[in-house]
């Protein structure tokens, strides 16, 4: 039977964080119902490069392996690209053996650089990263003042802690945010997304962690470890040295 | 044999006061070429209908006078006479769940919620922000509960004129409908979705997390980003067993002619 991918794909300011860290927090509970959460920390090891993060739920390294090379994300200002030179489709199949070598029929892998994905050849590389799965995209969307608000806030903070200029590069030719921000360009690069409103989500339940659960076919009840974050601390600091 | 809607027989009010009978009458048009009857029914196709007989019968010319059908409803309503001695009749029928997703879209989310309720729930309106919480939960609670008939959520069965129609075609199979009506009268049904923009179609659909309980607002803002919910998104368990008692006779009608609906949800299992 086909594996079954949830692929969390951010975007940044709407609750992310708070997902990665109930993701880390219930591993073991998560892996005794059948889903194993993907770690960064795994997949760098297994391709011998790539991004280090305290977080280890945020699977930089696997978004950015597909991430066209002209786009500016944070962890790029910080980190720089550790796949400079490398032959990305040898790095995406290796990914893709990776997972299918997990013994869970269930994935959980969450990034939200993916949401930053685009292109045709991007496509490619995620048609072949997910080759033999079945993926189902989760994409958390917020009214676009108030994500814009946030994302510059954050922003803010990363450049003045880490003395970087962060630029919403995410084209060559478009050096602004509105890519960035396109929900629609999302949902059309992805194939059957599941959509969540993160004001109705909030509204609703106060987090967005266990609309989550129920995204995965589970029961929020079942859960004792979900932590609560309001979305406005700073980020964890981000180690400024790629591992090679 | 009967050739007129039963209900009207078994109605105690005249005839022409009946509100039963005035539905129907009221949203029946006849083809002069074919000497066809079409019953229109709000939020089945009815503006492709519409407009494709007002071309049939010599009243437009092409797509650039479109928004003329919306002032003239009722100008190809029959007489009982001409229903009596019409040739063909055909009706389009749609999935219950479907069309009050619809109505609730596109009357309330592109539409004024004030103009369409004033009267029912004024206290209601009165609060403050109302588009920011009202969501589609509380208009199918809002419908069933109150009673509150609006042609564009009326029951589709309320609509018919006959007892029996010569086709009862299926909207989510517009094509066949089409090429039915070409071979048996000679009749072109054009599809209109585009030239309105009543419809969801220049959106691109997604599924959404509990759409039912997205306001107004949320539901505006998706839409400003070119996305809305797919119909589906907007279904849970207790929405459904309320549609599903209200719209019984709808159910049992797009059952009887055009198998099961195609947003058909076993409650407790979806």
């Known amino acids: 039977m086909m594996k079954t991918v949830f692929l969390h794909l951010g975007k940044h300011r709407t609750g992310s964080t708070s997902i990665q860290r109930f993701l880390s927090c219930n591993r073991d509970a998560l892996l005794r119902q059948g889903f194993c959460v993907v770690s960064n920390d795994d997949v760098r090891d297994r391709l011998g490069v790539g991004y280090r993060l305290p977080n280890e739920t945020n699977n930089v390294t696997m978004a950015h392996a597909l991430l066209r090379e002209c786009v500016e994300s944070p962890i790029r200002a910080l980190q720089g690209d550790p796949f400079d030179g490398r032959d990305r489709r040898l790095l995406v199949m290796s990914m893709n053996g990776l997972l299918k070598d997990i013994p869970e029929p269930n994935l959980i892998i969450s990034a939200e650089a993916f949401s930053f994905l685009r292109t045709a050849e991007e496509r490619t590389l995620y048609d072949m990263l997910f080759d033999g799965l079945q993926v189902i995209p989760l994409l958390c969307v917020r009214e676009k003042n108030q994500w814009l608000e946030s994302w510059m806030s954050l922003k803010r903070r990363i450049a003045a802690r880490n003395g970087v200029a962060l630029v919403d590069r995410v084209s060559a030719d478009s050096p602004d945010h509105e890519l960035l921000y396109d929900d629609r360009a999302i949902v059309a690069f992805f194939t059957g997304v599941r959509l969540l409103h993160y004001e109705m989500i909030m509204r609703t339940y106060g987090s967005v962690i266990p609309p989550f659960i129920e995204c995965l076919g589970l029961n929020p009840a079942a859960f004792t470890e979900i932590e609560f974050r309001e979305n406005r601390s700073p980020p964890p600091p981000l180690q400024a040295t790629p591992e090679h | 044999m009967l050739k007129f809607h039963h209900d009207f027989a ?50 437009l010319a092409g797509p650039e006078n479109v928004q003329w059908i919306h002032k003239n409803n009722r100008v190809f309503q029959p007489t009982l006479r001409d229903c009596y001695d019409a040739d063909y009749s055909f009706v389009f029928l749609r999935c219950p769940l479907e069309r009050i997703v619809s109505a609730f879209v596109d009357k309330l989310v ?161």
């Open chain 2, 10 to 59: 078994a109605s105690p009010e005249k005839l022409v006061a009946s509100p039963r009978f005035l539905a129907a009458i009221n949203h029946a048009s006849l083809i002069y070429a074919s000497n066809a009857v079409c019953t229109w029914i709000p939020k089945v196709g009815c503006s492709s209908l519409r407009y494709s007989i007002s071309v049939a019968n010599g009243f």
């Open chain 2, 110 to 270: 592109d539409g004024d919620l004030s103009a369409l309720f004033q009267a029912q729930i004024g206290k209601l309106l009165k609060r403050p922000q109302i588009e920011s919480f009202y969501n589609f939960g509380n208009f199918v609670r809002t419908i069933t509960r109150l009673q509150f008939v609006n042609e564009h959520w009326q029951p589709q069965a309320d609509f018919l004129l006959f007892d029996t129609y010569g086709d009862y075609f299926n909207l989510h199979d517009f094509s066949r409908a089409q090429e039915t009506l070409r071979k048996k009268i000679g009749f072109e049904l054009e599809d209109t979705r585009s030239l309105l923009r009543h419809d969801t179609s220049q959106y691109r659909e997604v599924d959404v997390f509990k759409a039912h309980s997205l306001s107004i607002a949320d539901l505006r803002t998706l839409k400003s980003q070119g996305l809305v919910p797919t119909k589906q998104s907007f279904l849970c368990d207790e929405i459904v067993q309320e549609v599903q008692a209200h719209w019984r006779k709808d159910f049992e009608l797009f059952e009887a002619h055009c198998g099961r609906p195609p947003l058909w949800h076993e409650v407790g299992v979806a």
